[in-house]
Nanobody, 122 residues
Framework: VQLQASGGGLVQAGGSLRLSCAASGRAIRNYVMGWFRQAPSQEREFVGASRWSVDSGIYADSVKGRFIVSRDNAKSAVYLQMNSLKPEDTAVYYC????????????????WGRGTQVTVSS
């Protein structure tokens, strides 16, 4: 599976952005699709994930209630709606695909896209 994230940019605190992840090569319906982020000098961290065709996502505590992961299997796309953005959300955001394992761990994800930069100004 090849993944490509897009939609990043510069936004003021309190604003919103929607990231998209386009998949190609294989259908994504059998994969857990996750979003991770990495700020400078920090480890890559889990943001949220969509589990197969289950509607509800899972989220890191730091984004719960503000971010929403959704997917469109027919379009082979995954989205991350980010609301009420904070300066601490500034990072490079990555989408990733996994067919098994701990959804919160980067080690469970076999497929990674290039990241997209999100910068939130105060």
């Amino acid at each position: 599976v090849q993944l490509q994230a897009s939609g990043g940019g510069l936004v003021q605190a309190g604003g919103s952005l929607r990231l998209s992840c386009a998949a190609s090569g294989r259908a994504i319906r059998n994969y857990v699709m996750g979003w991770f982020r990495q700020a400078p000098s920090q480890e890559r961290e889990f943001v949220g994930a969509s589990r197969w065709s289950v509607d509800s996502g899972i989220y890191a505590d730091s984004v719960k209630g503000r971010f929403i992961v959704s997917r469109d299997n027919a379009k082979s796309a995954v989205y991350l709606q980010m609301n009420s953005l904070k300066p601490e959300d500034t990072a490079v955001y990555y989408c990733a695909g996994s067919d098994s394992g701990d959804m919160y761990s980067t080690r469970s994800y076999d497929y990674w896209g290039r990241g997209t930069q999100v910068t939130v100004s105060s």
